[in-house]
Each structure stands twice: as C-alpha cells, then as structure tokens.
C-alpha cells in the first residue's frame, strides 16, 4: 500500500544521511546550469528588451543597439572580476550578505539581503514568463494558456529541487548546453553570413512614428533594460560551499566560463540584430516572434533548427528560474540563522536542501505570474533594480575589507570602480524605471525591512524572557489527570491502565448525548473501572467538545497551578479510507486543548483489526 510517506518518498526520493552530504556537491559541469542557468538565459530577451527602448525613437536608434551591449560588456566584466575576488575571500559562500554584514554592519546586510530575495522572486517569475514567450513564438495558440504553463512550469521546478542540489544539476544540464550550443550556432551561422554582406536597414513599415527623440535619456533606458543579463551574477559567489573541493577554486572558475559564454551570446546576437535589420515585436501584435526567433527564421527557415531552438530556448528559460531555487533558499538561511527570518528556513530537510526556503519562492512566484499574467515586459521594469543594490553594497564592502586589511593595490581599486560603477547604474534604473513600477521594488524592500526588524525582535524578547536565572529551579506542581471516556469497550482498556499511572487524582469523563445510554455507561465503566470516578457530561446542544472544554477550563479556575493532563483515546484504522467511517473529535479537542495554559495532550491510540 502507498501512503503518504511512500508517496512522498516517491516523488522526492529517499532521504540521504547526513555524512553522505559531500556526496551531493556540485563538480563544475553541474555547477554551471545550476547557478548559471539565470545569467545564461539572459541573452534570450537582453537585446530584445534594449530593443524595445531604442525602437521607441525610429529605425535609425537602432543601430545603437552593440554600443549599448558593448557597455553592458564592459560592466558585466567588471561585476564578475569583483565577485571573483569575493570567492576566494569567503571561500564559505554567504556572498553579498555576507560581506555586505561583516564589512558594513548589519543595517547594510539587511538592505542587500532583502533586495537579492526580491530579485529572486523576480528571477522566477521572469524567466518562466520568458520561458511562455518562446512557447508562444512557437505555437500562437499557447498565449490563452500563458499563466496555466507557467504555474505548471513552476512546480515542476519546485519538485526537482526538492529531490535535492546535485538530481537538479543533472536534470537540468543537457537543456542548458544545448541552449548555448544552439545559440553560438545561430551566432555563427549570422557571422558567416554576414561577412563582407551589407547592413540590413529595418523595414521602416514595421515602425509608427517616432514617439521620443533620440536623447540620451533614451540610451539611459536601454541601458537600464539590458541590466537584466547580469542578474544571477552573484549566485555563485553565494553558493561556494555547493561546489566540490576545493570549492573556491572550483566556484571561481566556473564564474569565468558563466561569463565567457554570456558575453559570446550576448555581444554576437546583439551584433547579428543590427547587422539583419531585425525589428523587436510586442507579444500582443499578430504573428508575435522573438528577436532570437526572428534570427532564427532568417537564417535557418521554419524548420528543424528553428524548432530546436525554440526549445532550447523556451527550456532554459524555464530553468533559469533554478539559480533563484539554489540560492534563495541558501540566502534565507543565513538570514534566519541571524534572527531576521523564521527558523524554520534554517532547517535542511530529507535530501539536503532547504525544503521551507525552496516551498515560500515557489508560492511567490506563482503569485507574481498569476498576477501579471505572465506578461515579461510587465514584470521586466521590476527586475534587476534588487540585484543592483546588492551589487553596490558588495563591492563597498569589499573595497572596506581591503581597506581594513592594508591591501591597498588593485584589488581595492577594482572592487572601488565596481562600486562607483554599479551605484550608477542602480540610479540609472531607479530613476529611468521609477515610473514604470520601480518604486513597486522601493515600497517591497522597506516592507521587507520592517519585517526583519520584527522578527528579530521577537527573537530578542524571546531569548531574554526564557533565559534561565541562578535562582530558578524545576516545578513540582500537583496534576490532575482527565480520561476521555467515549464509550466503554476493549479499545480504551490501555488507556485506562496509562491513566491509573499518572497520579492519584484521575477522572473519568463521559460526554452523553442520549439520557438513556447513561445507564449503560456507568455499569460498564464500575465492572473494568471502578476505582476511577466517573464524570458524566452533559451536551444541551449535542457538541461533543464544548462539555470537555468547559470543565477543564473550570478545573483550572479552581487551581490554577495544577497541570492538567487530558488522555485522548484515539482510533486508528486499518486502511486509511476507513477514517472516513468513524468521527474526528480526538484531532479537534488537541487543537482546541492545545492552546490552554498548564495543559498537556496525551493520546493512546488504539488500532482497529
């Protein structure tokens, strides 16, 4: 028979001891897709999204389409080369709220801690929706069913993460090197093309007039929009310890293969949508086709290419939303072990990974899908602004550290530029998408904020009101015993047994609905227990818990220091659908009795043949 552990078993997989933890660890070539599956993905709608800031000026704006990718180039490198050097300072993992904390207080761990878990969310949320997208490029028909594959898409992810860090790596592999094999093929194949080939100008009917000069507001927002590609880039730096020894070596390097293959994807499509003339579309206009896939049917035709690289696509951006499952349920640990989030999320659960952290980003980011349809350019102006406040925060606290430590070289000077680099950017965004629902990120933050400061107040109280004093010593209260009695038959015999052995004053209770059965009641209960006091309970309005409830309350009333036991025989089925045939008044008298100062639930279960 398969009940709910075996069920569970079953989709999860068997729990792993904890001496088998080192088993678990990521080499390389799964680290890769695990962390880097977010950052990767990117190059999917990057160049779309700067696009779609450009186009908004005329078809000659989009010849800056490779200056402005060039720019994200430059700050992608810089980024990457600081968190490198983080590595391999905290070989431990911990990443931005770790040097963030130690380096700049805890006021400042706080700040990026919270922006990186909404960044994670988004993370989720976009990408899935990215994911739909593709989808919907390939089979029109798709878009009325947007958020219902997304959902689907979610908990999919949720359910392999689960199962633990290292069956996600290897699930998630062969889509993410067939994504990047299949994109450096469409690159090459628009290289090859190309050569010695003159630029394609932009069919100018695909353009309305344009509705905004080309100012350098404009090349702001663009720029803005392709800072979505560098979200992720700290997940590796969190997420050291996931790596095999030595893991910051190992961590490190796959940091660089991230970026070497980011930046070949990224600077190539960019290159081969201006050099094609390609014109970005809104997902409602009829015959909706990415930019990737709009390359893709210039080059290759409808046909197996196209197909497989919409797959491609369409399944590594579903994945991406893993780098946010390996490290958001890491980050909220840390943060829970400092008193800021519920305990619970410091709990690893049967296969080694953080299942409460891994549970509270799924439901998140369903709520985010579902209501925003699962429309990428909606969610887009929300994302990436978290991350950028990370960013900062990082490098300062990197450049602090070197400064504490008198390593004064040009370790310091890399992590300053870095973060003179991505504070800039963190006001471009702020300022270019405050209209566009940045603030929506702003008003999150601070709520965030506020809830740390609440639970780790609580925390506070907490430890101060529990903590023992030289004086206190062990209680010895007086104990009343009270033994449910429903009827009298074979079933409860041992809890009666159980009852006789708790202390001297043991009742009996017995809440009638019928007058007559009272009789019967009584002669059963004097032949096998006579020696325990019977109290009958009367239930006016037929409740089989109210009587119970208000005699013990009354006990208490009457001593307020005893403590009270109640002994809840409780039926146990053979097969689980017989439960269904007999009463569950056990289960709601120990939730009702549980919330009772001075009183303990005991059960005696019984199993029925």
């Known amino acids: 028979m398969l009940n709910l552990r075996g069920l569970k078993r079953a989709i999860l997989g068997i729990p792993i001891a904890t001496k088998h933890a080192h088993h678990e660890r990521l080499p390389k070539r799964f680290g890769l897709p695990v962390f880097a599956s977010d950052t990767l993905s990117s190059v999917a709608y990057a160049s779309e999204e700067i696009m779609l800031v450009l186009v908004i000026a005329g078809p000659i704006a989009l010849s800056y389409l490779l200056p402005v990718s060039m720019w994200l180039a430059v700050l992608m490198a810089i980024v990457a080369f600081s968190y490198y050097q983080t590595i391999h300072a905290y070989p431990n993992g911990g ?89 450096l093929a469409l690159v090459a194949t628009c290289l090859v ?39 992720g880039t700290e997940a590796i730096a969190d997420g050291v310890q996931a790596f095999r020894p030595p893991e910051a070596k190992n961590a490190s390097q796959t940091l660089i293969m991230m970026v070497v293959l980011l930046l070949m994807m990224f600077i ?81 659960g049967d296969r080694l990974v953080f299942n409460n952290g891994i549970v509270t980003l799924a439901v998140l980011a369903v709520a985010l899908i579902i209501g925003y349809h699962a429309d990428t350019h909606s969610l887009i102006p929300l ?61 999150a933050l601070a709520v965030i904020l506020f809830v740390f400061a609440r639970i780790r107040k609580h925390y506070d109280y907490l430890a ?47 809440v009638t609905l019928d007058p007559a059965s009272v009789s019967e009641v009584k002669h059963s209960w004097s032949t096998y227990a006579g020696d325990l006091p019977l109290v009958i309970l009367e239930s006016p309005y037929r409740s089989l818990t109210e009587p119970i409830l208000q005699y013990v309350d009354q006990t208490l009333e009457e001593s307020p220091e005893t403590m009270i036991t109640v002994i809840v025989p409780q039926a146990v089925p053979k097969y689980p659908w017989h439960s269904f045939l007999h009463s569950n008044v056990a289960e709601r008298l120990k939730k009702e009795l549980g919330s009772r100062k001075n009183v303990v639930i005991t059960n005696v279960r019984y199993f029925l043949p």
């Open 95 to 183: 990443g931005t709220y770790l040097v963030s904390t130690e380096n700049l207080g805890s006021g400042a761990g706080k700040v990026a801690g919270a922006a990186l878990l909404i960044d994670y969310v988004l993370t989720v949320a976009v990408s899935i929706s990215s994911g739909v997208s593709a989808i919907v490029s390939m089979y029109p028909p798709a878009q009325h069913s947007a958020v219902a594959i997304g959902v689907g898409a979610v908990t999919l992810i949720t359910l392999v993460n689960l199962r633990g860090a290292k069956e996600s790596g290897i699930a998630f592999a062969i889509p993410t090197y067939t994504f990047v094999f299949m994109v």
């Open 193 to 231: 093309k190309g050569v010695g080939e003159p630029h394609h100008a932009p069919d100018p009917a695909k353009f309305d007039e344009p509705l905004h000069a080309l100012t350098a507001f404009v090349f702001l927002r663009a720029f803005a929009a392709s800072c979505t590609a560098l979200t």
């Open 268 to 348: 190539g499509l960019s290159w081969s949508a201006q050099h094609y003339g390609i014109v970005p579309l809104h997902p409602t206009e009829p015959g909706f086709k990415t930019v990737v896939a709009q390359l893709a049917e210039k080059m290759w035709g409808i046909g197996p290419g196209f197909y497989a690289l919409q797959i491609a696509t369409a399944l590594i951006l579903f994945l991406a939303a893993n780098t946010a499952f390996a490290d958001f349920p890491r980050l909220s640990s840390f943060i829970a072990k400092d008193g800021y989030l519920p305990r619970q999320l410091t709990s690893l």
């Open 383 to 443: 994302y990436a602004m978290g991350v950028f406040i990370s960013f900062t925060l990082s490098q300062a606290g990197m450049t602090v550290k070197w400064y504490r430590s008198g390593v004064r070289n040009w370790k310091m000077i890399v992590s300053g530029v870095g973060t003179i680099t991505t504070f800039t950017v963190m006001v471009i965004l702020l300022v270019t998408k405050w209209s566009e629902g940045a603030w929506i990120i702003v008003v």
């Open 464 to 510: 101060g009101a529990m903590a023992l004093a030289p004086t206190d010593q062990p209680g010895n209260p007086n104990m009343t015993v009270l033994l449910l009695v429903p009827r009298v038959h074979r079933g409860i015999l041992q809890a009666i047994g159980y009852a006789r052995q708790l202390a001297h004053d043991c009742r009996a209770l017995h």
